[in-house]
């Protein structure tokens, strides 16, 4: 997060007054925080989905080689 510097925060007072820096301040810093806690969720959200997918596919493989057992057994028996 870029830091405002004293000279901006006397401008944004003397411009717009007091009650309204304090409310462009907030918003700067509120903004910059929920975009870094969207960030670390979208990466959390991606590794779920791999996860996910990978288990997906373990799944499958377990059920297709369970399928093929039967078919084995009546061949050697």
């Not at 462009?24 to 910059?32: C, H, M, T």
Request: hydrophobic share 45%; charged share 25%; proline share 3%.
């Amino acid at each position: 997060m870029e830091l405002i510097n004293l000279e901006e925060i006397i401008n944004l007072v003397t411009n717009i007054g007091f009650p309204m820096a304090v409310c462009v301040i907030l918003l700067r810093y509120i903004l910059s925080t929920i975009g870094t806690r969207l960030d670390k969720l979208d990466s959390s959200i991606t590794k779920l989905t791999k996860t996910v997918r990978d288990m997906d596919a373990e799944a499958k493989a377990a059920n297709v080689s369970l399928a093929l057992k039967p078919d084995r057994e009546k061949e050697g028996g």
